[in-house]
């Protein structure tokens, strides 16, 4: 079953379908990276869900807005910004799918001015924050206010990410 979300144009299935959110993308927002097996650009960014034992409280309002990004033109901030990349999307749902227990909390999702996204979550009483460099880069901070660690540092999706778990569980 397909049902229309609040966003003119974006369609997703119900929570159990396997393909949660399709969303209508204009090719010249794709480049090159983003051609279809027939070698045409895709006119569509799909969000899928391949373990549905159980739905993460992070999942809906996070991939809802991630998507809402997407509806940005060039300029939205009054100025030069660049409109929301699909890649940056992309991206950062599958970071968000690798790092995220289902019991986390969604996080604050923003654009950036550079056509990223940035999520951050300020909670007890620490603070992670993931931008968005390309669709397999990410700038990482992360700051304790109670042990006073603090750091940033640059990673690829590729990385070994176990070092998130105690954060994400630190946040949660």
Not at 98 to 120: C, D, F, K, N
Not at 147 to 153: A, C, L, P, V, Y
Request: some cysteine; proline content about 7%.
């Amino acid at each position: 079953m397909t049902a229309l979300l609040p966003y003119s144009g974006i369609m997703a299935g119900s929570i159990t379908d396997r393909e949660v959110w399709r969303v209508p993308v204009a090719s010249d927002r794709l480049g090159s990276e983003a051609l279809s097996e027939g070698g045409r650009p895709s006119q569509e960014l799909r969000i899928t869900i391949e373990n549905e034992s159980e739905i993460p409280v992070w999942l809906e309002p996070t991939a809802r807005k991630l998507v809402e990004l997407l509806k940005l033109e060039s300029g939205w901030d009054s100025y030069s910004a660049k409109p929301i990349s699909p890649h940056h999307v992309e991206g950062m749902f599958e970071l968000l799918c690798e790092i995220l227990e289902a019991h986390t909390p969604p996080p604050s999702v923003v654009p950036t001015t550079r056509g990223g996204i940035q999520v951050e979550w300020h909670r007890n009483g620490a603070d992670l924050e993931i931008e968005t460099l390309s669709r397999y880069r990410f700038q990482v901070s992360f700051e304790d206010r109670t042990s006073r660690e603090e750091w940033e540092k640059e990673l690829s999706i590729d990385d070994d990410l176990r070092f998130f778990r105690p954060i994400i569980q630190r946040i949660s």
